[in-house]
């Protein structure tokens, strides 16, 4: 697969049609389409909450994909709303932006001086189980259902220091994370090691992706370093299920 710009972005729109059960032609449409959620054949394994509500945007389309039984009254509350009033809906929390690879910008870079590099591969990354400290890089389940595929990771005196990990989240696209022993950040271990994992990835036919949550600066600058661009914005979490992280701390009493 000859990954240039237009595959990547053909890709994705792909994938997310089964996860968001629209069709990819709806991701360059102008406007809100909604759509009702199904799990699809070949959607990233993503947990569901119950009922299912995720809102994702792309170019200038938004699409809603939600549950039969709550989609009629989320379509009645946002089929009237600017992109901007509909992510900041009251039954909505959390935001993730997703970057893809700018093909004229990631590249192979040199590791920093003074670590030693290490690769693993499938089950070989069920060694490194034992660390903790970088579950944004690694799954820890053996049996997840993203499974790890590659880990790169920096030793540092006999002590790993750095982890860029990336998940089989379907057969076409594999997502990276990163992780940082704090007291070694700012030594460009994180763009390093992003960047050379996505090149080992793209090598393989497979598009690679990161993810950051809307409010981790640090994070997304991370990405752009790597040579990745914004492309995708979704919510990950409703309230529907009484998960709301400030459901208590909201009942005010003014007495």
């Known amino acids: 697969m000859n990954l240039n710009k237009t595959k990547i972005l053909e890709t994705v729109r792909q994938q997310l049609a089964i996860d968001m059960n629209c069709t990819p032609e709806d ?3 102008e406007g809100t389409i909604f759509c009702e959620a199904r799990q699809n054949e070949g ?9 299912f509500l995720e809102i994702c945007t792309m170019d200038k389309s938004i699409i809603v994909s939600a549950d039969k039984n709550i989609l009629p009254k989320v379509k009645l509350l946002l089929e009237h709303r600017t992109r901007e009033d509909i992510f900041a809906a009251p039954f909505l929390y959390g935001h993730s932006l997703y970057f ?13 001086d003074g670590f030693t590099i290490h690769i693993k591969e499938g089950t070989e990354i069920h060694e490194l189980y034992k660390t903790p400290g970088f579950e944004n890089a690694i799954q820890y389940e053996i049996d997840d259902p993203r499974p790890d595929a590659i880990a790169i990771y920096a030793m540092h005196d006999d ?22 022993i704090p ?13 050379n994992l996505a090149m080992i990835i793209i090598d393989k036919g497979i598009v690679p992706y990161y993810g950051a949550a809307s409010s981790n600066i640090a994070s997304q600058a991370v990405a752009y370093k790597s040579g990745f661009i914004p492309t995708w914005m979704c919510t990950y979490k409703n309230i529907f299920d009484g998960t709301s992280p400030y459901d208590s701390s909201l009942k005010f009493n003014f007495d």
Do not use: C
Request: a positive charge; glycine letters at 4%; zero cysteines.
């Open 27 to 29: 991701f360059l449409t």
């Open 43 to 51: 959607r990233r394994l993503f947990e569901r909450q119950t009922p």
């Open 100 to 112: 893809i690879p700018d093909t004229n910008r990631v590249q192979t870079l040199p590791y920093p």
């Open 159 to 180: 002590k790993i220091v750095a982890m860029a990990g990336a998940s089989i989240d379907s057969i076409h696209m594999w997502q990276i994370g990163i992780d940082v």
């Open 183 to 195: 007291q070694y950040r700012n030594k460009g271990l994180a763009t390093t090691l992003v960047s």
